[in-house]
């Protein structure tokens, strides 16, 4: 019988195991195939946990588009917390933003639901002070954009990326 915070590993690692949680009771259940090695967690949000639980617990954290002074603070939480259950080990941070991404490259940004319409050489700046704030990875939600998705990616693709080459 498993119960509490470990239910999903059991039920990657474990045959035909016994759940008992508050979600409810599993029995007689297999999930098909098993993986290979361990799956890396990232908890979103704060998973209704506590920071140190998802920073014993989680590889990862991704957390809602804040600005980034407030985003700097939660990382840096985040990365002490993460350091005494796991020291040594990196764990990075991800969060999201809403983007209208501009045709005028130089338009200052204007927010929206999650995020901004922006420019993108304005976007290149606002970029790096995220990642100067600790975020790891961004990804964008093109939800709210005016302009064509390919367009967008295509821009992003030539005139932004370029600027974050990988490691």
């Not at 700097?72 to 002490?80: L, P, Q, V």
């Amino acid at each position: 019988m498993v119960s509490g915070g470990s239910s999903s590993h059991e039920a990657l690692y474990q045959e035909f195991p016994s759940i008992h949680s508050e979600q409810g009771t599993i029995h007689g259940a297999n999930l098909v195939p098993k993986p290979m090695k361990r799956v890396p967690t990232f908890i979103t949000g704060f998973a209704q946990q506590s920071m140190e639980w998802f920073a014993e617990h989680g590889d990862g954290w991704m957390y809602y588009p804040r600005g980034p002074v407030q985003q700097r603070e939660a990382i840096a939480a985040w990365r002490e917390l993460s350091e005494k259950y796991h020291p040594g080990v990196f764990k990075p941070f991800s969060q999201p933003m809403h983007l209208d991404l501009a045709e005028d490259p130089n338009e200052q940004p204007t927010p929206i639901r999650l995020g901004f319409r922006i420019g993108r050489n304005v976007l290149i700046k606002l970029l790096n002070i995220y990642k100067e704030a600790g975020v790891n990875h961004l990804f964008f939600a093109l939800f709210d954009s005016n302009r064509p998705a390919d367009e967008v990616i295509q821009e992003l693709g030539e005139e932004v990326v370029p600027h974050f080459p990988a490691r």
